[in-house]
């Protein structure tokens, strides 16, 4: 085992990253003539090609990509090991970006429980982003993203917090004035509210056989909880929401469920990072915190806070 590492290492990582020796040079302000003088030495020391070099083109080498992806993992377990150090003798502080689903959830469950940490951690920030852009925002600038539904990346790993359960929901206004629904193909004749969901799945109850699905064609498409449900309460049509947007509208009788002998299945919300990422002390302990509180009590404070909210602001 060598007693020092190869000289060179930080140099590789950021032409490897920026795919150019000048924009390596630039990051580290250097000349792109040093820098490429120190991936020569690298190279030589190691005995083996990392980069392939041409006039426009600068990309690694297949000893290349393996070698790049063992230096940066164990230079950011490094840095981890670094920041963990320093953790040990002082508080918590620095940003922790989240991306996270909105609507009700995100507003009215999820950011109680991120204000419960951030007052035990009063150095920590939080930005908050509610965006529903999915492909790569953990890879380009998130700590944390919280997701809703099936986890097909493997590259990533989840933290389930939770599980809500999905109805099919209509004003009892607009049923009176349509066609009965006694199966899910009735579905067809009806105006139907939908999301991003563009299949809904239902399994009778008693008859466990092959599901049945229906392709939505939607009278009103909008991908925001609170759209669809203040088109479903307006007698529009019938809708496909979590157990969180239409618990206290069945409760009080202005939503009633649709097909209640069939079942949507359960929709479940992940905590989502990187499985090649090494979280910092201060995302490590908001991922304890946050699978802590959903843990304890997942179908009741938590979820009822949005409820306790609506009520509150009746006149």
Sequence with gaps: ??????????????????????????????????????????????GIQLFHRSTRVISLTSAGEVFYQQCRTGIDQLYFAVENAQDMHSNLSGVIRINSVGGLFGEQILAPVLAQFMKRHPEVQIELDFSSVREDVIEAKFDLVVRMGTLSDSSLIGRPLTHYQNYLVASPDYLLNTEPLNHPRDLQHHALINGSIKKWTLQHHENREKPYEVTVQAKVQCSNGHVAHSFALAGLGITRQ????????????????????????????????????????????????????????PQGQINSLHSRTQASSKP
Excluded: C
Excluded at 253 to 268: E, R
């Design 1 to 46: 085992m060598p007693s020092t590492l190869p000289f060179g290492i930080e140099e590789f990582l950021l032409v490897a990253e920026h795919q150019s020796f000048t924009g390596a040079a630039q990051s580290l302000g250097l000349s792109r003539a040093r820098i490429s003088q120190v991936i020569r030495q690298l190279e030589q020391t190691l």
């Design 242 to 297: 979590p157990s969180y947007y239409v618990e206290q509208a069945l409760s009080n009788g202005q939503l009633v469920q649709v097909l209640a002998d069939w079942s949507l299945g359960q929709t479940t919300a992940s905590l989502v990072y990187p499985k090649a990422r090494h979280p910092s002390a201060r995302v490590k302990a908001l991922i304890e915190f946050l699978t802590s509180a959903f843990a304890n009590d």
